[in-house]
């Protein structure tokens, strides 16, 4: 439990720094803040994934998703993803990393295996850990910010 809590508190941070001026990279050996990029925040420039990608964990919708890497380290990732409403049901698929989601455009709902929903807006923030396995219903023009364990690195 408190891997989780350490993981949440950093996801945090993270998300604290790169709002305001970006989570540290190394480069050339120095270790410089990176600047997300407020046009990819906005869903400009997002490159689209294949339809064909989640469609054995489709229940209603119809996915059309879009996404852009702002910045992969050793440990984090950190990404925009868009997509029309939909429909998953990750049982057959349960996330295999830690992931912290800030919303910026639509809405989320997260129905848990016992049916136990969860309703996130713009400007709500979440950690969902490893393993999760009930649905994500993306409700109007979803976009999230979204912080990624990289997988081996947990």
Same mark, same amino acid.
């Not at 990732?77 to 029309?84: A, C, H, L, P, Y």
């Not at 129905?111 to 994500?136: A, F, I, N």
């Given at each position: ?53 989640? +469609?054995? $964990? #489709?229940?209603?919708?119809?996915? /059309? ?10 440990? !984090?990732? %950190? ?27 639509? +809405?989320? $709902? #997260?129905?848990?295996?016992?049916? /136990? ?10 950690? !969902?850990? %490893? ?24």
């Amino acid at each position: 439990m408190n891997k989780f809590f350490t993981c949440a508190l950093c996801c945090a941070l993270v998300l604290g720094v790169a709002m305001r001026s970006g989570p540290a990279v190394l480069a050339d050996d120095r270790v410089v803040p990176v600047r997300l990029d407020p046009d990819k925040i906005a869903g400009l420039g997002l490159t689209a994934i294949p339809p064909d990608a989640y +469609k054995d $964990i #489709l229940v209603s919708g119809e996915l /059309k998703m879009n996404v852009a890497t702002l910045f992969e380290g050793k440990e !984090l990732r %950190v990404s925009i993803f868009e997509s029309t409403p939909a429909k998953t049901n990750h049982r057959k698929r349960p996330t295999d990393v830690d992931e912290f989601v800030h919303v910026l455009s639509g +809405k989320l $709902i #997260l129905t848990e295996v016992s049916g /136990k929903t969860h309703e996130y807006r713009p400007g709500d923030s979440l950690v !969902l850990p %490893v393993g999760y396995t009930g649905t994500w219903e993306m409700q109007g023009n979803y976009r999230e910010l979204v912080v990624l364990m990289q997988k081996g690195r947990q």
